[in-house]
C-alpha cells in the first residue's frame, strides 16, 4: 500500500501497517513490509520500508488457505526479520505465528477491529477461528488500539496482558471547500450496514448524499445488487467505488460530516482523517472509548436511525456546531493521535522485545 504511483485502494488496517512501517523506518530501523504486487512502483526515498511482495488472497477455501500459508512464509523468509508484526486477524495471522515459532522469531499481533476479538463470529468457519484463537495466544504481545479492545482482549485471549498503542494520524489542515455532501465511505459488508446510510439519503432528499464502497471477499452478491438498486433509485446520492487515497481524501474535505453506520468498529481511520480536517463524524452506533461522546467530536444517534436523521439536519443547518465538533476532533487527534507520539510507543514496544 502506498508503494503505487497511482496511490492505493486498501483499507483501514493496511493504511496503519504502512504508516508504522514508515515511521519505524524514518527511526532508524531496518523495516520489511510485506505488500501485494505494486504495479506502478512509486520511487522510495530513504529511509524507507523495504516492500516485499506477495500474491493476493483469493479467499477462504482450504486450497486457498495452503497457499495463503505458503506465500506468507515465503514472504517472512524473504524478509527474515526478529520480529513480525501483524495487523488485524486476516488468514495471514495462522502462517505468520508457525513462521515465527519455527524460525525463533518474535510474533506481535495488533488489532484491527473489535471483531478480531470475536471467535465465535458467524461469518467465519469455527476451524479458522480456532487455528486463529491459538495463533494470537501465542502472540510474545498484543497491541490493541483503545481501552475498549483492551477490555474484549482480556476476555479472548485471558493470558495476554494487551497493550494499548492508539492508531496514527497524519496532520492535515482544515478544508477549504464549502462543505458539500455527508460522506460514506467503507466496505460493503453486513455489519457495515449501507443500508442505514441509504435510509439516512432517503430521508432527507433536499441533501447530497455521497457514498464510496468498496468491494472485498466480505460482499456478496445479494448485499452488492440491493445497495446498488437502492441507490440507484435516490436523486440526491452518488454512489462510487472505493478510488486511490489522494482522492479519497480530496473527496473528504468537501464532505459535511463523516457517516459511519457500522455495528462494531475499532478506531475507524474515516474518524481520524476526517478530525484531522476539522470535520465532524456522525456515528449511529459505533464510539470508541465514548470518544464522541465524552469529546464532543460528533454527534452519536445511540442506534436509533430517528436521531441518525435528526442529527444529520442539524449538522447540515449549523455550520457553527460542525465548527465546533469539528476543532474538537482536531484536539484530540493532536493529544493522542500524533505519528510522533504513536511511534514513540511503538518503538518502546519493540525495544523491550530487543531487551
Known sequence: MLYSREGSVDGGAELQATLLARTLAARGLDVAHIVYPIIDPAPLTPPCPTPV????????????????????????????????????????????????????????????????????????????????????????????????????????????????????????????????????????????RPDKYLELAAALPETRFRMVVSETLETSAELRDRVHARAEALPNLDLVSRRPRAEALAELERAIAIVKTSEIEGMPNTFLEAWARGIPVLSLSVDPDRRIAERG??????????????????????????????????????EHHSPDMVAERWTELLAGLRG
Not at 430517528?306 to 442539524?314: K, M, P
Open 53 to 192: 511482495e506477495r500474491r493476493p488472497a483469493s479467499g477462504g477455501k482450504p486450497l486457498h488457505a495452503l497457499r495463503e500459508l505458503f506465500d506468507v512464509r515465503s514472504a517472512l523468509s524473504e524478509a527474515n526479520a526478529r520480529a513480525v508484526i501483524v495487523r488485524g486477524s486476516g488468514g495471514y495471522v495462522v502462517p505468520a505465528a508457525l513462521w515465527c515459532a519455527s524460525h525463533n522469531r518474535t510474533f506481535v499481533f495488533s488489532a484491527s477491529n473489535d471483531l478480531d476479538f470475536d471467535l465465535k463470529r458467524p461469518d467465519r468457519r469455527q476451524t479458522t477461528l480456532r487455528a486463529y484463537g491459538t495463533a494470537a495466544r501465542r502472540a510474545r504481545r498484543l497491541v490493541v488500539q483503545t481501552n475498549q479492545q483492551a477490555e474484549l482482549a482480556r476476555r479472548a485471549f485471558p493470558t495476554q496482558t494487551p497493550i494499548l498503542i492508539p492508531s496514527f494520524a497524519e496532520p492535515a489542515r482544515p478544508p477549504r471547500a464549502k462543505p458539500a455532501y455527508f460522506l460514506w465511505s467503507d466496505r460493503l459488508a453486513p455489519y457495515k
Open 297 to 334: 467530536a460528533g454527534l452519536l444517534a445511540e442506534g436509533s436511525t430517528r436521531r441518525l436523521i435528526e442529527s444529520a439536519r442539524r449538522l447540515r443547518d449549523n455550520p457553527e456546531l460542525r465548527a465546533a465538533l469539528g476543532n474538537r476532533g482536531r484536539e484530540f487527534v493532536r
